[in-house]
Structures are given as structure tokens and as C-alpha cells.
């Protein structure tokens, strides 16, 4: 099922506002988008995080995956 861009910014939203992680692949193929689309996704969640909330939105490689700090 095709989910628009504003129901997956908030599904993402909503999992690292509640102390989840992101992972690129799970999340593609959970919402069928691109890694480029997914990679722009992240980029306006960084900058609203960061701009709105003082968080930072980081990649943590060990977890490979996404998650505020």
C-alpha cells in the first residue's frame, strides 16, 4: 500500500519521539521508498528535531540505526 510522505515523516516521528530507532532498510521496505527518498526523509527529521526540540537526530553504527540524542 502506498503511504504518502506526511504519514511516513510522522510514522518515523512518532517511533524516535518515543525513544525508538530507525533502521534504512527495515523502513524502505516498510513504507516501499527509495534509500534516497528515506535519506531526505531523515535530513527534515534532523533539522525539525534539532531546530524545534534541541535534539539531535544521529546515526549510531553500532546499532545501525537512527535514534535521538
Known amino acids: 500500500m502506498e503511504r504518502s510522505k506526511s504519514y511516513i515523516l510522522l510514522q518515523l516521528y512518532d517511533r524516535l519521539r518515543t525513544g525508538g530507532v530507525i533502521r534504512t532498510t ?33 546515526y549510531e553504527p553500532n546499532m545501525t540505526a537512527y535514534c535521538l540524542r
Open 26 to 58: 527495515e523502513c524502505c521496505g516498510a513504507f516501499e521508498i527509495s534509500v534516497a527518498t528515506f535519506r531526505r526523509y531523515i535530513a527534515f527529521l534532523r533539522g525539525y528535531f534539532s531546530e524545534m526540540c534541541g535534539k539531535e537526530l544521529v
